[in-house]
């Protein structure tokens, strides 16, 4: 039984690397759009200040996005590194 857990208002299954990756992807490009900005504003009687701040850390939103992907394809048979081979001739 798939373990469903909601990402951006959409249900998704925990144990399916591909679908968290879409679903996580999809917010990373919501926060850089600007969509999870907030705004300050403190107002005194001389000053006026506004301050823009975003709660993500996309360090880490990155890092899991990279560990997702090679779990994706890992599932999916792919392989991300290849050996290099050299021969030699004489």
């Keep these: 039984m798939p ?6 208002g959409v249900a998704v299954d925990a144990e399916d690397p591909c679908a968290l ?8 490009l919501r926060i850089l759009a600007g969509e999870h900005v907030e705004e300050l504003q403190i107002q005194s009687p001389v000053t006026r ?8 850390n996309l360090k880490s939103l990155d890092a899991e996005l990279m560990r997702l992907a090679a779990a994706c394809s890992a599932k ?7 050996a290099k081979r050299i021969r030699f001739t004489c």
Aim: charged share 15%.
């Design 3 to 8: 373990t469903l857990v909601s990402i951006n």
């Design 21 to 28: 990756y879409q679903a996580l992807y999809a917010v990373k």
């Design 49 to 56: 200040e506004l301050m823009r701040f975003s709660s993500a």
């Design 76 to 82: 999916n048979g792919q392989r991300t590194h290849y």
